[in-house]
């Protein structure tokens, strides 16, 4: 059921990084379930491609690079003079999905690109949740953010999770910040999805095999790549992620939490066990 009189096709919604995988495949099930879908994407490319859906429902929309301040506001201009153009009443969800990452361990990270993963993670999103709030407090709104279950430490993708661990810390502050206009933040917690992003961050670049202090970690990262290869053919569909984002998007009080994904189980008991103990536990894993 909807979570009001108002049906999903006088719902807009926006997600960022829809070029593949979860995004593009979220994108695609809201607005078959009429939803008025807005999907950002960075490189015109993928635009184009998007274009070639023909759902009226979808609109592609390009360019959006986190890393570029300059990108957000004529976004924000061309989605609210679509809503206004559709009669809707505001954004009714902002969905946060962009995001790349490399393998490293901390010693041997790519600080430029750890770089831009700062920025497309929780800076440039922090700074569109700011342009987005005031046509999500019209809308009736909610904001989304699809992340890994980052509260645990994960060796050798602390591009991705420590970003994630930063992201949690700020969707439940906006949470009780945002609590005096009804704007639920909600995590879309995944565990192991197939995503062609998934594919390329869990390689060993060559970059990285040519640092200098690399052999101090090849055989260890050499055993954690075979046994990424064997958790790669085990990861869930994006099309799960989507299914319970739209779940989370019909509920008229969703949960602060949802879970999907191969594995996402465990990672939730790691995380509910005190720290040291989780720590314990994950330095006798690797």
Sequence with gaps: MEN?????????????GCSSGIGRETALHLAKNGYTVFASVRKEADYQQLCQVRDPNLIPLYPLDLTRPGDIPPLVETIQSE???????????LIHNAGGGLVAPVELMDLDAFNIELQTRLVGTVGLMQ???????????????IMTPAIIPTPYVTSIHACDFAANCILRTLDIELKPWHIPCVQIRCGGIKTASSLISTSISETLQKHPRFELYSERLTNWSKEISDFDQKRSEPVKVAQVVLTSLRAAHPKR????GYMVGAATFLESLPQPLTDRILKIRF
């Excluded at 206004?84 to 505001?90: A, I, L, M, S, T």
């Design 83 to 93: 809503i206004q153009r559709r009669g809707q009443p505001g954004l009714y969800a």
């Design 131 to 145: 342009a987005f709030l005031p046509l999500l407090r019209q809308g009736g709104g909610r904001i989304l953010w």
């Design 257 to 260: 939490r949802y879970s999907v």
């Design 4 to 16: 009001d009189s108002q049906p999903a096709t006088q719902k807009s919604v926006f997600i960022t």
